[in-house]
């Protein structure tokens, strides 16, 4: 009570950010920086492991981006293989490969979830299953028209060609993820793509659909990252690392505040739970301009959810994790050791809920956290105090202490894990 | 049964799009369009009508766009007032505009809602009050920090600013709000933005927060629209109307197709509920531009809500309908009439729900759709046949159906209400 009647009588609120006097000057900050960044990428070629490269006691499956031309003789291959099963009276079958958690795995060495090969038929002759390979069949002589064409579709739009076959999305949908694992081929190379939510801005041009973006020109707005990852490509920067940030507010004033011109970066967010296109993106930068990866995210499990999304792919589209996952990124903050470091005020800190502290719990036990020591103790040390905290907490030290301290001395003292 | 096998066996699905062979040529329709442009950019001065025009039985409120330097003298000659009232020994009050629905109103001739005029006293020295006024001083004083800092932020950061005092966040956007209602200035104008969410793409060059950008070379993801409508300016375009698109992927299909080349328009879409950030734009746009509106939206209840908050404003915000609306939007489609027109299969319709058509019938007694009588019939079509339909449905013939036939056709028949 006494501490908040002080403050109240202060003119402004700047001399209470905590830490903001061991700030070192920008020029220190990006020599550490420097030599991050420069480390990262040298560190990424034997990260670049393979499935080939491991000897695995099974098979493994995994899919590739196709080119178009790629994909269109693929289904034709298929057809004419088929066309010869029925001519030779063997009848008329796919063989789908299973995307069952039964057929999932993790590997610990490429760090990402990959499919078994499992595969299983789809006889068109049998009643369990004649309406799943006329789907099947339809599905492909859609996508192949995509292919003759050369445009773009949605999934609802893939659905809407047939409703009376489909009868509901998730039908076609489902079959969409069957026939990218039958090709071979990510779901993007098939042209069926996702809505787009993510923004990126910052040191990075690159171009859209033959249309050449400087992100650095972009205000505060930033650029919508385009749904059609095949479209996006001559990527350049002069950045240091990429900042990835979960949520919308926090990239605002990071975008504001062309926090990017002081620390050269890219700073890129899919506002919220991560989309296709953003994974897409993130993971064609990390590759292209073998960057760093740094996130901020909220001190909850969800923070640590999304950042494993963006890392090691998610359950359902396993088959592609090696497209979709950005591997390495490091957990910048704002991590569960920050509120007490940050001294953020209890006010601002809000009480786990049972699920939370349930999620907390669950994730402790998944290969990606545990093979990484330093997030096991930020989780036990959150599940522990029963404490989560948004990236906006630090607004309470004044609306600029996210950019103008707290980013920068973690950038300072290398405090990523 | 017979018409699905005869389908199957076609080579394409082109010859069975409906109307196809009606369009006339490019230039014909271009032709069409420059005249609705013309008469719409004349048409448009009688149209804005203010409430000083119009002399109606009570008083209104309405806020206006404000510099950072009046709302900064704005609060401190309020600030000054108290200091005078306290000290004169008449005490501490706030006077705030009530904003409750009692206090709302539709005004025709302006086609939007606005506030009548009561307002109520919030003194310090009542235990009923002390709270509110305490925090509506705080918000008052972080307002007045930003003037000074000219950065932007969003309600979020304003909450955990002081988390002690506003509790939690529904508090602090009360009060925010009451704070735009008393200085008389849009939220906006307090430099308090909302989460960017909208994208547009087209024949659109504007600045953005500094930074020129031009919308024709913003490939398929298209330009985020920023969230602080007040660094946005220089719009220029040569475009003959706006396309207000209400879903993501039918966005996307007339940003791949580059349909704005075919036919000079500005695409934009909020990808789903329009944002505060969205409408601002639109109507800077209209305002500037001085284009028609068309909007394309699903023919459901939903997509005419969307029209309307888009058009005359949503119940909590009336304060600030005036900056927040676009008069004068066309429902070009997909409009309950064009199910049948347009031959859309049975199977691509969906049936109402009972709460979508009790939606549909509450709409029918709401003002912007009475004064319309094109509006009421197509609702009272949908609302007999019970049937709605999403954009996408159009794909049933053909992915681009949309953005080769069936827009092409509606602007060629000037067939918007």
Known sequence: MADNKKRRRKDSIDDEQPFKNKLKPDASILETLKDFSTASSSSSVPHALTLQDL??????????????????????????????SIISGQGFSFDVPSRSAANQLYVAELDRIVLKDKSSQRPFANISTVRKSAITARILQLIHQLCLKGIHVTKRDLFYTDVKLFQDQIQSDAVLDDVSCMLGCTRSSLNVVA??????????????????????????GGKAIPPNIDRVGDMQSDALFILLVEKDAAYMRLAEDRFYNRFPCIIVTAKGQPDVSTRLFLRKMKTELKLPVLALVDSDPYGLKILSVYGCGSKNMSYDSANLTTPDIKWLGVRPSDLDKYKIPEQCRLPMTEQDIKTGKDMLEEDFVKKNPGWVEELTLMVKTKQKAEIQALSTFGFQYLSEVYLPLKLQQKDWL
Chains 1, 2 share one sequence.
């Open 55 to 84: 000897t695995l006691p099974f098979r493994c499956r995994e899919v590739a981006d196709l080119s178009l031309s790629s994909v269109q003789s693929n289904i034709e291959s298929l057809i004419l293989k088929i066309a010869h």
């Open 195 to 220: 809505a787009e939510k993510g923004v990126v801005v910052g040191r990075l041009i690159f171009s859209d659909n033959g249309d050449m973006i400087d992100c650095t020109k972009m205000g505060m």
